[in-house]
T-cell receptor, first 115, second 117 residues
Framework: AQKITQTQPGMFVQEKEAVTLDCTYD???????LFWYKQPSSGEMIFLIY??????QNATEGRYSLNFQKARKSANLVISASQLGDSAMYFC????????????FGPGTRLSVLP | DGGITQSPKYLFRKEGQNVTLSCEQN?????MYWYRQDPGQGLRLIYY???????QKGDIAEGYSVSREKKESFPLTVTSAQKNPTAFYLC????????????????FGEGSRLTVL
């Protein structure tokens, strides 16, 4: 069975500083995809970044980067130069090898950016 | 504009009543999903459908029902058998494998918040 663990229920960061949100996963599939989503207070889920299990390099999208350590089964999200608008819930998710498989989500981390 | 429309955004229901949440998409995606989110928790899968006229139970299907008569539509009915239906419900779609922009990510609607009085 696949599982996502996010051990930080809440995090605080000062505006303009970098922050790392932790995510560890468990799967027996040789191929899988890892995702991060942002959920502001309005409720919609916003896709941030994707990392394939066979990708050699860590994924980056603007201020977001994914620190992928395959041997440790971790996929931490790094947000550089935090902005007030980054305050939200952040979810790590995984899709298995079979495209027909479903996504598994972690419990989320609430990030609060302080002015 | 292409997207996913969920309605209503807010819904109040009395105990013992069935209620149907609408999810419509014009992204031409085959796969559609319903997730439930409780406060401070992640998303849990209720039902999903890979093609028209076919759907599968997710992890928490009890007390819910769905239909997929059209590619664009995947309504969710919360029945009176669902013991604790107050939650935030999210509909999602997924592009087909091999689609031009395809990291397999889910596309979400804005959600429907159901409160049972």
């Amino acid at each position: 069975a696949q599982k996502i663990t996010q051990t930080q229920p809440g995090m605080f960061v000062q505006e303009k500083e970098a922050v790392t949100l932790d995510c560890t996963y468990d799967t027996s599939d040789p191929s899988y995809g890892l995702f991060w989503y942002k959920q502001p207070s309005s409720g919609e889920m916003i896709f941030l970044i994707y990392q394939g299990s066979y990708d050699q390099q860590n994924a980056t999208e603007g201020r977001y980067s994914l620190n992928f350590q395959k041997a440790r089964k971790s996929a931490n999200l790094v947000i550089s130069a935090s902005q007030l608008g980054d305050s939200a819930m952040y979810f790590c998710a995984m899709r298995g090898d079979n495209y027909g498989q479903n996504f598994v989500f972690g419990p989320g981390t609430r990030l609060s950016v302080l002015p | 504009d292409g997207g996913i429309t969920q309605s209503p955004k807010y819904l109040f229901r009395k105990e013992g009543q069935n209620v149907t949440l609408s999810c419509e998409q014009n992204l031409n995606h085959d796969a559609m999903y319903w997730y439930r989110q409780d406060p401070g928790q992640g998303l849990r899968l209720i039902y999903y459908s890979q093609i028209v006229n076919d759907f599968q139970k997710g992890d928490i299907a009890e007390g819910y029902s769905v239909s997929r008569e059209k590619k664009e539509s995947f309504p969710l009915t919360v029945t009176s058998a669902q013991k604790n239906p107050t939650a935030f419900y999210l509909c999602a779609t997924r592009p087909p494998k091999g689609a031009r922009v395809n990291t397999g990510e889910l596309f979400f609607g804005e959600g429907s918040r159901l409160t049972v009085l």
